[in-house]
């Protein structure tokens, strides 16, 4: 079998850039598909292919996936983990409608695209899609409303596209917790003790999920959550 192909979209940072180095250590070839120019140095370190542009525009999508199967021959995992991450959006009247419309189009539409111009080529080496969702499609802070509303509506997405798609591609989500990128010194210990597991989740605890997903025969149109177990703890004021 030729070696296997990955697009990890938002590759240049943070989760996107675990996924697409652990890929990497596990023998994929990669291609990180980014805004920021610092997803070409991960893709060099990686021996593999940058594409820098904007997930919700369907043509540079598409020549994404094209570039991904000219340079590689073929695709075999789709990693869609490109959002705009910033969740609050201040009280509902003040909120500006492009506002609401670009995190949908960037956290939803970029999905969306991915899938519909990669489907063809994940079919042919029955390959699978992971989407990055959130546990906030489940439970909310104050003035989330596009973050939250994109995050959930992509988990359905995902198993709407399981349905379609299957058995050729499979596809799950996974729904990160609080997950921490930077310097472990921002953290406090309150921080890490809310957390059953006791700890903050990193970028690789992430990383090992999508591995797992992209490498499981059995598993298509769930969504893994990903939260140190901060779901499924009651909060009550004393």
Known sequence: MSQR?????????NIGRAVAERLGADGWEVTVFDQEPAGAEVAERLGGHFVQGDVADPAT????????????GGLDGLVCNAALADPSMGPLPEVAFDDWRRQLAVNLDGPFLCAKYACTALAER??????????RAFMSEANTFAYSASKGALT?????????????????AIAPGWIHGGDPAELSDADHAQHPVGRVGVPEDIAGAVA????????TGATLVVDGGM???MIYEE
């Open 5 to 13: 192909v990955a697009l990890v979209t938002g590759g240049a940072r």
């Open 61 to 72: 999508v598409e020549r994404a996936v094209r570039e991904t199967v000219e340079r590689f």
């Open 126 to 135: 029955r390959g699978s899609i992971v989407n990055l969702t959130s546990t």
């Open 156 to 172: 359905a997405l995902t198993h709407s596209l399981a349905i379609s798609l299957g058995p050729e591609v499979r596809v799950n």
């Open 212 to 219: 797992y997903l992209l490498d499981a025969p059995f598993v």
């Open 231 to 233: 779901t499924r703890k």
